[in-house]
């Protein structure tokens, strides 16, 4: 009988080792229940967003204005591609959200007013610094009301499509225009700080409005194999452009992306409307 019992441990305990060793080195390695190293990635990615974030208020105070603005847009690079890393690796949790939050916060709230402070707000004294204030806390307000409509569960599917008012990003990439017309010698605003803090003011306004503007996070990179070519075609005209003409090509970019707002209001506003007779007619139709 104990010899049985015996045979019965001494196969389970070769089972359990033999499956053990046929799981991959590193699967056997990890601890269980600890994520694969890979899921940390799109962390990686935030931290490196963070620190470019950082560079650039260290190239601001320098003076460097131009390294100072391509770490921003660097920045806002990296943020385009964490959250997409993340739930392509299906690593999405609530550690990796909270520092998103905070690094678009100081990538995009605090550090490219600190750089127009340091280029031209300076001058207005205490009221280059209240124009500082109110965009770095209408980012804030922004980001969290963003966090919390991201939980809201009766929200419509076709609302993921859209923000509400412009993402801190966008809002970051538009309030470094003045520096961007400076470097392109279109217009010189370094002289007009009024200006430049009538610019901020607008921007931080369109963070807290109600205004709806297009979603590229559920955006999916795909076409058909008749259009690819025209579509390389586009990509390497706007690679040219982005080589020869820096400034200019992201001027550009700035332009088309306003040129979007009137059009996302007009598309929510259609959607909206659907939304509300499909209720209206599911609600008599319970009723009857």
Known sequence: ?????????????SGS???????????????????PLRNLLPNVL???ALCAGLTAIRFGL???YEFAVYAILVAALLDAFDGRLARMLKAQSSFGAELDSLADFFNFGVAPVLI?????????????WVAVLGYSVACALRLARFNVASEDPDRPSWANAFFVGVPAPAAAGLVMLPLYMDFTEVTTFNTWPSLVAVHIGIIAFLMVSRLPTFSGKHLRFSTRRDRALPVLLGVALIAALAVSYPWMTVIGIATLYV??????YWRHR????????ARAT????LTV
């Not at 599911?282 to 139709?285: H, L, Q």
Request: aromatic share 2%; no cysteine; net charge positive.
């Open 17 to 35: 080792q033999e499956e053990l060793l046929g799981k991959p080195l590193r699967a056997r390695m990890r601890k269980p229940g600890a994520p």
């Open 62 to 64: 320098e003076g460097r």
């Open 116 to 128: 127009l402070y340091t280029w031209s707000l300076d001058s207005l004294g205490g009221l280059g």
């Open 259 to 264: 040129s979007t707002l009137p059009l996302a």
């Open 270 to 277: 259609v959607l909206e409307k659907r939304t509300r007779i």
């Open 46 to 48: 935030t931290v490196l």
């Open 1 to 13: 009988m104990s010899r049985d019992v015996n045979k019965g441990e001494n196969k389970e305990h």
């Open 282 to 285: 599911r609600d008599r139709d």
